[in-house]
């Protein structure tokens, strides 16, 4: 289990060593994709951002989510048809789970060996040199599910 704000404190600390300022429209973006599950689309985060600094632009959001992405700081999500999604709880691949009705995704918390051994055994079998990988489980959560 993530513990929020030692993310935050993680996240904050090596944004000033690489010379960024904290500004508090960034404090709120950080805490957004610390403390939120549901994978955030720049939109959404925006919105929330808003509710504390009404004149914080798009622009300011899109450029704090691109230095963090740089950084290896959040995990940027894409699937067809949506909006990119992003997680700054967990910044390192790891499973999903998408609902194809709402959208929502989740993180499959999962200590599964296999899993964390994949990459190298596809990269020792194929030859390529592994950079990133997703897997993604795509279904029907259980709150739709009730309202079928």
């Known amino acids: ?5 030692a993310r935050l404190d993680e996240m904050v600390t090596k ?3 690489r010379g960024h300022r904290i500004t508090p ?3 709120v ?4 994709l610390v403390s939120n599950k549901e994978h955030p689309t720049v939109e959404q985060i925006h919105s929330r951002v808003k509710e504390d600094f009404p004149m914080t632009s798009l622009a300011t959001v899109y450029k704090t989510v691109a230095v963090l992405k740089e950084m290896g700081e959040i995990l940027e999500l894409g699937f ?5 999604r992003y997680d700054g709880r967990y910044p390192h691949p790891h499973p999903h789970l998408v609902c194809i009705k709402c959208r929502s995704i989740i993180d499959l918390d999962l200590d599964i060996p296999v899993l964390s051994e994949l ?3 596809v990269a020792q079998m194929t030859g390529y040199q592994i950079l990133s990988h ?5 279904g029907i959560c259980p ?3 009730e309202s079928e």
């Open 1 to 5: 289990m993530i513990d929020p704000q």
């Open 15 to 17: 944004l000033r060593d």
């Open 25 to 27: 429209q960034r404090m």
């Open 29 to 32: 973006v950080l805490k957004v």
């Open 80 to 84: 067809s048809g949506d909006c990119k």
């Open 119 to 121: 990459p190298q055994e």
């Open 134 to 138: 997703q897997l993604n489980f795509f």
């Open 143 to 145: 709150r739709c599910q």
